[in-house]
């Protein structure tokens, strides 16, 4: 469980994060919407270390992130997978050397042990004949896939991802979506998603945090946010005339089995 409490961040002087409070929950997909210029990355890089909050905490586990010293603070960052925008796979590596990565930097496990646990994870993420290959060489949906792999190699309690559908094709998306959401399950990670794709907050929105001008403006989760009525969340999330009549659609029926 990541709590989070009552961050503020500036750039500059420049507000950016405004006393932000929420709690990400183990074993769950908690993700972070809200438009471009909200707030999100600048979150998500707070969360991961890269920016200082100026105030507030951010507790992992009951260890709060600014109180740690260096070899905690070291001990924390093998505990957390990241999967990155674009997948930032080693162009110059082939797939099972992307994912072993980790594994080398961070463990002393022997050569046989890190062969083993990267088949492990090559099965586990549905990777089939591409052990051998370079990102250059297999689709834009598998590299997600090997960069799902290499972020949890390393059995990680906390798996960020940072608009983990750009550039796939719905369907795609989905498959990929439903992938993080199932290893979010059954390995009881605490995942936190940056993401702008309304299907994943429709289809795996467990704990949505919602910025606006880096403010938490809302947090519910995939069905409660069919059902309100906040004008920024509706503005926001149902820009679309497809997404607001889905909205009605699914209102509809959550009213008929009331
Ligand atoms: N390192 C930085 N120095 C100064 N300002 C920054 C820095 N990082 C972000 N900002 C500012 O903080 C604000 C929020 O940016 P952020 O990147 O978090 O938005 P976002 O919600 O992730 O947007 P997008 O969806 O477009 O990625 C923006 O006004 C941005 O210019």
Redesign the pocket.
């Known amino acids: 469980m990541i709590e989070v409490k009552n961050i503020q961040k500036s ?2 002087g ?1 507000q ?1 994060l405004k006393g932000i409070s929420t709690t990400f929950e183990t074993g769950k997909t908690n993700l972070i919407i ?10 998500l890089k707070t969360l991961l270390g890269i920016h200082t909050p100026d105030s507030g905490t951010i507790s992992f586990d009951g260890r709060i992130s600014t109180n740690l010293t260096s070899t905690e603070r070291r001990e924390l960052r093998t505990e957390i997978g990241m999967v990155f925008q674009g997948s930032a796979l080693f162009d110059s590596m082939t797939v099972e050397e992307n994912i072993a990565f980790p594994l080398k930097m961070f463990t002393n496990k022997s050569d046989a042990e890190i062969t083993d646990r990267v088949n492990e994870v090559i099965d586990r993420v549905n990777l089939i004949n591409a052990n051998k290959k370079k990102p250059s060489e297999i689709s834009g949906g598998m590299q997600k896939r090997v960069a799902i792999a290499r972020a949890i190699v390393n059995n990680p309690k906390y798996l960020f991802c940072d608009e983990p559908n750009s550039g796939l094709d719905p369907k795609t998306a989905i498959v990929i979506d439903n992938l993080i959401q199932e290893i979010t399950h059954e390995y009881g990670i605490t995942t936190v998603i ?1 993401t ?1 794709d309304m299907n994943s907050v429709l289809e795996i929105g467990e704990h949505i945090v919602f ?1 606006k001008n880096g403010v938490l403006a809302w947090s519910g989760n995939h069905k409660e946010i069919i059902q309100t009525d906040n004008e920024d969340v509706v503005d926001f999330v149902y820009s679309s005339e497809l997404f607001r009549m889905v909205r009605q659609a699914m209102r509809q029926i959550g009213n008929e089995k009331k």
Request: aromatic share 6%; glycine share 18%.
């Open positions: 750039f500059d420049t950016v809200g438009q471009s210029g909200s707030g999100k990355t600048v979150m940056n702008h910025l």
